[in-house]
T-cell receptor, first 119, second 112 residues
């Protein structure tokens, strides 16, 4: 149980285009999902917290108009990197926390990550 | 002080030895802790969680929490080369969002 998927696993795009990354909890409902970014040899940096049916909460320094987050259902959150630039190239990882009676509400389960390369 | 601090290593141990990974935390972190393992190029994988003072064992892994000293550790017994990875310590930041805050990770290499 507690499987989180991400799609795509890898994406290469041209500078100025937008990229959408999907995060799904496959076998539990996640009222809260988190989006992280990780640069090489660095730890995870939380970008935003996404709650189902409400606006995401962004961490300081993360542009909400550039990184659009939608959490329309209890099993799906999307991150759209708008007008991507080479400095946005990174490893984007989502995690999901079970809500209600779905399981251990203390634990976050991570998706496999999406590697974005902006040329 | 960072909320969660780890010795970044790298830490090398011979196969079969005990690997000891340590983490300290500040007052801004609540006392639920998690150890994640991250292989190169992959996302973190939960190994253990610990909420209470003392030891918690799961197979070759033992997590230890000392609230008075504000440290949490992970022991890996009978280390295997497949244990070579970066180990991330995480705790919840204070506040209502229950966001995990991560240490910088300790890179472990188990030498065959």
């Amino acid at each position: 149980g507690a499987v989180v998927s991400q799609h795509p696993s890898r994406v290469i795009c041209k500078s100025g285009t937008s990229v959408k990354i999907e995060c799904r909890s496959l076998d539990f409902q996640a009222t809260t999902m988190f989006w992280y970014r990780q640069f090489p040899k660095q730890s995870l940096m939380l970008m935003a917290t996404s709650n189902e049916g409400s606006k995401a909460t962004y961490e300081q320094g993360v542009e909400k108009d550039k990184f659009l987050i939608n959490h329309a259902s209890l099993t799906l959150s999307t991150l759209t990197v708008t007008s991507a630039h080479p400095e946005d190239s990174s490893f984007y990882i989502c995690s999901a926390r079970p809500g209600g009676t779905s399981g251990n509400q203390e634990t976050q389960y991570f998706g496999p990550g999406t590697r974005l390369l902006v040329l | 002080q960072k909320e969660v601090e780890q010795n970044s290593g790298p830490l090398s141990v011979p196969e079969g030895a005990i690997a000891s990974l340590n983490c300290t935390y500040s007052d801004r972190v609540s006392q639920s802790f998690f150890w994640y393992r991250q292989y190169s190029g992959k996302s973190p994988e939960l190994i253990m969680s610990i909420y209470s003072n003392g030891d918690k064992e799961d197979g070759r892994f033992t997590a230890q929490l000392n609230k008075a000293s504000q440290y949490v550790s992970l022991l890996i017994r009978d280390s295997q080369p497949s244990d070579s990875a970066t180990y991330l310590c995480a705790g919840f930041s204070s506040g209502s969002a229950r966001q995990l805050t991560f240490g910088s990770g300790t890179q472990l290499t188990v030498l065959p």
